[in-house]
């Protein structure tokens, strides 16, 4: 156990994580490409980054005695989920050095913090009103938003909490559903398609940003990316540039995803901002020379950033669910296939993904 924090984090040195699913899991492969160890925190039992960590910690987010053991043991400290207590972030950066800060999670992990802060460094959204079951909005407001999409302000994922609203009356309908938790009304976007932007920034300021690809979502949960992206070039640098302005705006340290709509007249909206490494990045694997995963954990250990270029196309399909069960199919084609390790399959649960490359095309014009 080192006594005090070694920083930048040395090869050798010990890299905290909190959260143990799939990101955890390829987050830990790619440090020990790098000589780095990962120590995942997790809450599960059977966290799928367990079978690949260096170390392992199974406790709440909210042990306090069993956190500062754990922030004791490492150099440095991040996490791959953003449901984290910002409070345990703001905790433990008192230990070690540890980013994103707690600020940056607990605006990101708030849809309504988030979209006024997006505001506030002029980026554009789709319109949107604060809601909730007590005081339902002023029905103006709402009438004016919709047909639209209205989502509790935390703890969604993949689609949870998220109900489409056409009329005022179905507005009625869910908000007893809701429960007094807060949301967010947002106007529908009748996008051309979605994109995203995974981009990385140091702690010295230095941004990189990958290109961005195309995302393909079915009943919410993304189904492929695919790059390139049916953009232009000047639309590309458009969506990296609003990508580097939200992570300097947040003072961002580590590898964050914003996501896109790209409107039928060729703007971009910003739909949400995931603080850490994401699914529509994992084709940086076989396409890029330096992963988004490792890209985070240098950006968080004090190293250099990596080079983000792509070297190849690239087709990421993620597997649900069953999809998983055909492996052996899978395995006998020419993909790279990544399977997650998790005991259990359940309907709309990410299993894997394969990513296909392709040679580099020219950019669109
Ligand atoms: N305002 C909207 N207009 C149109 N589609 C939306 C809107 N909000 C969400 N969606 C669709 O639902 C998907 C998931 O919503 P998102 O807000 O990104 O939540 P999650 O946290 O579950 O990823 C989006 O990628 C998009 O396909
Ligand atoms: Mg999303």
New binding site residues.
């Given amino acids: 156990m080192s006594p005090t924090s070694r920083y930048p984090v040395p090869p050798g040195g010990i890299i905290g994580i909190l959260g143990g699913g799939q990101l955890g899991r390829m987050l830990a492969l790619a440090g020990a490409n790098v000589g780095l160890k990962c120590h995942i925190y997790s809450d599960a039992a059977d966290a799928p980054a367990f079978d690949v960590a260096a170390e392992c910690t199974f406790g709440r987010y909210d042990d306090q005695r069993l956190l500062a053991a754990f922030a004791r043991n490492v150099d440095a400290i991040t996490f791959e989920f953003e449901n984290v207590p910002s409070g345990t972030i703001e905790m433990l950066a008192r230990e070690r050095p540890t980013h994103p800060s707690a600020l940056a999670l607990a605006i990101t992990q708030d849809?309504l913090v988030e979209k006024n802060f997006l505001s506030r460094i002029g980026v554009a959204t789709?319109a949107?009103a604060a809601l909730d079951a007590s005081k339902s909005g002023h029905p103006e407001v709402n009438r004016n938003l919709l047909p639209?999409?209205l989502?509790t302000r935390r703890f969604?994922?993949?689609?949870?909490?998220?109900w489409t609203i056409r009329t005022i009356a179905d507005l009625e309908l869910v908000l007893p559903r809701l429960k007094n938790v807060p949301a967010i009304l947002?106007?529908?976007?009748?996008?051309a398609f979605?994109c995203s932007v995974i981009a990385a920034r140091g702690g010295d300021g230095i941004f990189a940003a990958y290109d961005p690809p195309e995302?393909i979502?079915g009943e919410?949960?993304?189904r492929s990316s695919r790059v390139p992206a049916p953009l232009t070039s000047a639309q590309s640098q458009e969506a990296k540039a609003i990508a580097a302005r939200i992570a300097e705006g947040l003072d961002y340290v580590g590898v964050l995803a914003v996501?896109f709509?790209v409107t039928r007249e060729g703007g971009l909206l910003v739909?949400?901002i995931?603080p850490r490494v994401h699914n529509s990045g994992h084709w940086t694997l076989e396409a890029c020379l330096v992963s988004q995963f490792e890209q985070h954990l240098r950006a968080i250990a004090g190293w250099p950033l990596g080079y983000p270029a792509r070297h190849s196309n690239a087709v990421m399909e993620n597997l649900i669910g069953v999809e998983a069960e055909d492996w052996q199919t899978l395995a006998r084609q020419t993909g790279a296939l990544h399977l997650y390790g998790k005991r259990e399959i359940r309907p709309g649960r990410k299993m894997g993904h394969v990513t296909r490359i392709s040679p580099l095309s020219a950019p669109n014009e």
């Fill in positions: 849809r789709t949107y639209a999409v989502k969604g994922y993949d689609g949870k909490g998220q947002e106007r529908w976007v009748d996008f979605e995302n979502h919410h949960i993304l996501e709509f739909n949400e995931a």
